[in-house]
C-alpha cells in the first residue's frame, strides 16, 4: 500500500518475540546454535547471530518503483523514466533486530531522456555495517562503497542505469512496436555486525535517482528529502509542490516517484500515468492518505506498455537467506530419537544427508511417542521442496501426475480411452522399513467422471503392470518390493457410485504397515479407468509416516 509510512506488508515469520525467545527452550528442545530458540522455531538453528527472517513485499513478491525524472518540471508523467521491481530478505535475531539483508532489483524500463544514475540509502548507521556488496546478473560481489558524508548507509548500484541495457540509447521498453530490452538483475546484500531494528513495511526505503553529471539533482520518494549532496535550492523551483515531509512532488501532491507493492503495468510513451490509472488524482491530492489501490481500482489497459517479450522480474539468487546445516543432525527423526538428542514429538531441524551433500537443510515433524517413535511426517512441502522425486507415467504421456500447491494431482489425458497408470516416487534420505497412516483422505478432482475403488487392488500387481479395471485405487510401498505394500482396496474400502469433488478416506487408520525390509524408495501409485476423464487430488489430507 502506498502512504507516507507503508503499512506492514505480508511478512513470513517475521520476527521472534521477547517472550518467545524467553519460553522456547527447554530441557527437551533441540537447540543446536545454543542461541536460546529452540530449533523448532529458529529458521537459522546453526547460527546463534540469526533466528528469524522477514520479507518486503512477500517472499518470492516483487514490487515496483515508477519514477519520472524531470522533477521539479512537470512534464508528459509517463512514470517509466525508470521502472524497476524490488523483493527485500531479511535475516532477523531472536529480538527482531536485523542482521542482514538482501535487496534483488530487476530494471526493467527506461522511458526518459536523461542519463540517471541509481542510488540506495538505507536507515542503518553507516558504522554498524560490516560489508555491502553487488551482484550484477549472478555474477560476483564486489564491495559497494559507502557515502561518507552521510550517517546512514548510502551506495551507489549504478553510476549510470543505462549501462545496465547494454548501454542502448533512446528510451528502453517504453515505446510500442521497438523491441524490448533486457536490463539487469541487482542483487544488494548487506551484513551489520551490529543488529539494527528497521521498519519492514518502510521497504523500499530510500531507492533514489541522480542525474549523471549532476549528481546533486536527485529524485528519491516523497518521505525522503535527498541524500547529503542533494541540491536543495531545487525545491521550489519550477513546478515543484514539495512541503516539509512530502518532497519531490507537483502542486497536485503527485510525487515525482512511485511504490507499488506488486508487479503491476506502467504506462506506453507519452501517455499519462493518470490515463492508465486514474484513481491516482486522488491519492495524488490526498498525500496518499485514500485511493492506495489506485493501481487495483481502475485501470485502463490500452494506457499500458504491453509489448511481448517485455522483461518480467525474477530472482538470480535465491529467494530468501540459506539456511547453514552444518551443525544439524544427520538422517530422520528416527536418528534423533536413537541418539537421545530429541524424546518429544515435535518440529526438528535435520540435514538430511549431511552438510557435505546436495540436500538442503529442512524442518520435519517427528512423531516420537506412537508405536516406539522415530516416526518421520512424509508431506507435500517436504517432497516437493526438500526431496528427490519423480513422476512416472505408466501409460507414456496419457496419464498426469504433478503438483497443484500443496497436493499431488494425479489424472488422465484422455488420449488412452480414459485410462490413468502414475505413481510419484520419493528418494529418502534415509532408510525406513514401517510406515503408517493417521486420518488419509483422497479427494476427487472437478472433472466428469469419479476416481471410484474397490475392484482393482493394485497390491496383486506388479508396479509397472497397467490397470484393465474400471475402478482404480490408490497404493502405497517400495518400488525395491515386486509390488506395493498397501491400498485404499486392500485396506476394505470401496466405492463405486458417481462422486465428484468429494473425499474418501483411508479405512486403516494409524495401521503399521512393514515392508520386511529397509529401502529409500517411497512411492504412490494411482490407477483407475472407465469412460470418463477422472482425476484426483491426495496428500494435502492427513499424514503420511515413516520410519
Sequence with gaps: MLSTRPALPTITRLCLTAALVLTATSAA????????????????????????????????????????????LIADDDFNDFVATYNYAFQLDAAGRVVALRLTMNLLALGGVFDNGLGLHLPIPRGSVSAATLSVDGGPATDLLMSTTDAELTVTLAADVRAHFAGQPNQINSLPGVAPQTGSTLVVQVAL???????????????????????????????????????????????????????????????????????????????????????????????????????????????????????????????????????LPTGSCQDLLSTGQATTDGTYWIDPDGASGPLAATQVQCDMTSVGGGWTRLTVPLIRDHLTHQFIDYRNNCSVAQWNGDRIHFGETGSCNSMTDVALAVTLPFGYSEFWFSGLQYEDGPSSGSWDVGTENLTQKDWATLSGNSVGDIAFGSRDLARPTVSFTSAGQARYTSCVNCRLTFLADRQVFSLGQVSTDFTIRASEGGGQIEDVYLGHLGEIWVR
Excluded at 533514489?208 to 549532496?229: C, D, K, M, Q, W
Design 29 to 72: 528442545a533441540q537447540d543446536s546454535d545454543g542461541d536460546g530458540v529452540a530449533d523448532g522455531a529458529d529458521v537459522f538453528p546453526c547460527d546463534a547471530a540469526a533466528a528469524g527472517e522477514a520479507f518486503a513485499p512477500a517472499r518470492a513478491v516483487h514490487g515496483m518503483i515508477l519514477a519520472e525524472d524531470q522533477w521539479p
Design 193 to 327: 555486525h551490529t543488529p539494527t531494528t528497521m521498519l519492514i513495511g518502510e521497504a523500499p526505503y530510500d531507492v533514489f535517482l541522480f542525474r549523471v553529471g549532476n549528481p546533486g539533482h536527485e529524485i528519491h520518494r516523497p518521505e525522503y528529502s535527498g541524500t547529503a549532496r542533494m541540491d536543495q535550492s531545487l525545491f521550489g523551483t519550477n513546478d515543484d509542490g514539495s512541503s516539509p515531509g512530502r518532497w519531490f512532488t507537483d502542486a497536485s501532491g503527485l510525487p515525482s516517484m512511485l511504490l507499488v507493492p506488486d508487479a503491476t503495468a506502467y504506462p506506453k510513451e507519452a501517455t499519462s500515468i493518470r490515463t492508465l490509472f486514474p484513481d491516482i488524482a486522488g491519492f495524488a491530492a490526498s498525500a496518499g492518505a485514500s485511493n492506495a489501490d489506485f493501481y487495483l481500482s481502475t485501470v485502463d489497459s490500452a494506457a499500458a506498455y504491453a509489448e511481448p517479450g517485455a522483461p518480467s522480474p525474477a530472482f538470480t539468487t535465491a529467494d530468501h537467506f540459506a539456511v547453514n546445516g552444518a551443525c
